[in-house]
């Protein structure tokens, strides 16, 4: 793994040539993301669930997220609800994780810290 952050590395685009993360190859990726908040479904995608104190900063969050996927034309699924922002996300062209996912999931646990909720 590169000595760089997963946040900061680049979204690539993949092609339809290229095969899913296997279990033993999205580890690396998974462990880099906030334990508290992702996980893996089904080998399959990347389901995460952020917690806010009220629904002001979860839809700010919703929106900033979704100006990231503009930037990056990578879109995760948001479900947004008083207090909560449910995230799914894959690759859509494979039908399964790629790097880009993990690459996006880091960049919306740093965007989630100027919203950590109040104790």
Do not use: N
């Not at 806010?52 to 996927?69: I, N, P, Q, S």
């Amino acid at each position: 793994m590169s000595e760089t952050a997963l946040a900061d590395q680049e979204c690539e685009a993949c092609t339809s040539e290229d095969e899913p993360l296997t279990a033993g190859e999205y580890d690396q990726y998974l462990d880099e993301l906030r334990d508290d908040v992702w996980e893996v479904v089904d080998d399959h995608h990347l389901d995460g669930t952020y917690e806010f104190k009220d629904f002001r900063d979860a839809l700010e969050f919703t929106y900033e997220v979704g100006e990231l996927a503009e930037e990056e034309w990578h879109h995760p699924d948001l479900h947004l609800s008083w207090g909560e922002v449910r995230v799914e996300m894959w690759t859509h062209k494979i039908d399964g994780l790629h790097k880009t996912d993990f690459v996006m999931a880091a960049r919306m646990d740093r965007i989630h810290e100027d919203y950590e909720p109040e104790e």
